[in-house]
């Protein structure tokens, strides 16, 4: 394609230049030409040539992605269509079957069937018995349910016929991996040098184990981690040359067992006890870069990751290119303890909801936070994210000396408001230490029964004006949190009587606006009442 498109290019130019130059004749021969006529023929020249190039380079891209369309839909063709009729068949007459459950709407089934169908053409290159096969769950229900597809995607394994879940990653490497891991492939063996080159070449991480012999307690262990992990290629060597080329670094001829990844930590060596568990929880906390770049396709690796600090970093990509260094460099020295995670702040899906949890959903500047996923705690940096600030930032984390971050709105004036208005940062003064009994009505804006208590409340605080030793405010909990103020219902209505804030009364929210005065006057007069009257008796 592109050999053509030079010769093209001359052809069609030649031939309008020819027409230009007839019709420049003509023009000339029958009238006097000025120059400004000169400047306005040479802009329409270009003007056209222009119009050619765009058409050219428009009829490339057009070919182009025709070619990327059938070479998908070649790929696709490999993975058979299930449906009512032949479902069963399909399922009984092969002994292993990788079944993908799909929506044609759903956004995730659309990323995962490229990588599915490039799955199945690799493993039917390999002459792996895995068949791999599609069906549109929302088409055929009855289907679907039969097989054991709940939602979309669902990746389901079907092995003579009995189902057992899919515990691999999303892409097509990944994919493959899992399915030869569960058709008798665990362990790829290397017996020379030219093996282990063609091995590199097709795997992005993988780990090499080197034994003296292919037997031992030692190997034993390899190989049952092998069979347990659902990611990760394993391959074996007894020589070490063979070894080095795949993982230069082994400065022994003995027992060895390395990760190889494909960024920037490129080699990873275990320096444990060789026990499965121990194999496995290696692998767990060094198998993803110094910086993951969260997907759709890998946000279940990284949330069900066992390294439970994590630090997130939300920005858009060209501002990313600036952080993702120094972020390295910090990432370095917290290998294997905190896990770094990268989202574009232009991704709605994977960015939002993490933003929302900090009232930050609207930023459009790079924002880090962090979460102890053991505590289900959150942190915010607050400060310029340079390597100097990232680095005490994850030191507090994994010390354990960070001040947790509460989201709040900011400070408002509550000037002549008949219900006070509480927010984060002034939970402790409004409720928790004010001398006053305090009713805090817990709202939420999205919340549809909420607007019927905030009438009561407004009611209630008209009725009660004059009553000195009580507040009545209100909280938007949705964007404004506090240790102490734990959220189980909207909206929720909480009485803090002035001698006990520590342990507040909750009132229903069904309350009416009489049943709610009949107890403010129970708890908040009848205690100021008592008040009065004990110090008349001192007087």
Not at 140 to 169: D, H, R
Request: charged fraction near 25%; hydrophobic fraction near 40%; charge should be negative.
């Amino acid at each position: 394609m592109s050999a053509t498109k030079p010769t093209s290019r001359i052809i069609s130019f030649t031939l309008t230049l020819l027409l230009l130059l007839g019709f420049f004749t003509s023009i000339m021969a029958s009238e006097p030409v000025t120059n400004d006529n000169d400047e306005d023929d040479l802009e329409g020249f270009e003007e056209l040539l222009a119009l050619e190039e765009q058409e050219e380079e428009h009829q490339e891209g057009s070919q182009v992605k025709s070619a990327e369309a059938e070479v998908l839909s070649k790929a696709q063709r490999i993975v058979p269509e299930l449906n009512i009729d032949n479902y069963k068949r399909v399922i009984d007459g092969n002994e292993f079957v990788l079944v993908l459950g799909y929506a044609p709407w759903c956004f995730r089934s659309a990323e995962l069937m490229p990588q599915f169908a490039e799955a199945a053409t690799v493993l039917n290159k390999m002459g792996n018995p895995i068949l791999l096969a599609k069906i549109d769950a929302e088409r055929y229900p009855k289907a679907a349910s039969v097989l054991g597809i709940k939602g979309f995607p669902t990746l389901l394994l079907f092995v003579n016929g009995s189902s057992q879940e899919y515990t691999g990653g999303f892409t097509a490497e990944e994919i493959v991996i899992w399915a030869r891991k569960k058709t008798g492939v665990p362990v790829t063996r290397l017996n020379s040098i030219t093996e282990a080159e063609d091995f590199v070449l097709k795997n992005r991480m993988f780990v090499i184990g080197l034994f003296e012999k292919f037997e031992g307690n030692d190997y034993e262990e390899f190989a049952k981690a092998a069979i347990a992990d659902n990611e990760i290629q394993f391959a074996e060597a007894s020589d070490s040359k063979v070894a080095k080329v795949v993982f230069p670094d082994i400065k022994t001829k003995g027992l060895f067992l390395g990760l190889v990844k494909s960024e920037p930590e490129t080699h990873v060596t275990f320096e444990d006890t060789f026990t499965k568990d121990k194999i496995l929880q290696f692998l767990e906390y060094n198998k993803f870069p110094l910086v993951t770049t969260l997907t759709e396709l890998n946000s279940v690796r990284v949330y069900s990751s066992p390294v439970k600090l994590q630090v997130f970093v939300f920005a858009e990509a060209d501002d990313f290119k600036n952080l993702l260094e120094p972020l390295q460099d910090v990432a370095r020295k917290f290998k294997s303890k905190i896990l770094f995670v990268y989202v574009d702040i232009a991704e709605d899906n994977l960015a939002k909801p993490f933003l929302t949890l900090f009232g930050l959903e609207e930023s459009k500047k790079a924002v880090v936070t962090a979460f102890d996923n053991k505590i289900h705690t959150k942190y915010l940096l607050e400060s310029d994210p340079t390597a100097t600030n990232l680095e005490e930032f994850c030191l507090g984390l994994l010390h354990g000396t960070l001040p947790p971050y509460f989201k709040s709105e900011p400070i408002p004036s509550n000037e002549n408001a008949t219900v006070q208005t509480v927010v984060g940062r002034t939970f402790d003064d409004l409720v928790l230490n004010s001398p006053q009994h305090v009713l805090l009505e817990v709202h939420a804006p999205w919340c549809n029964d909420c607007e019927a208590m905030s009438k009561q409340i407004e009611k209630l605080a008209k009725h009660f004006k004059g009553l000195d030793n009580l507040i009545i405010a209100r909280i938007d909990a949705s964007s404004n949190e506090h240790p102490k103020l734990q959220i189980s219902d909207y909206p929720m209505l909480l009485f803090y009587p002035s001698g006990d804030k520590s342990n507040p009364i909750k009132l229903s929210a069904k309350s009416s606006a009489k049943d709610l005065a009949i107890f403010i006057n129970k708890n908040a007069r009848a205690a100021r009442d008592s008040q009065e009257s004990t110090t008349k008796d001192e007087l």
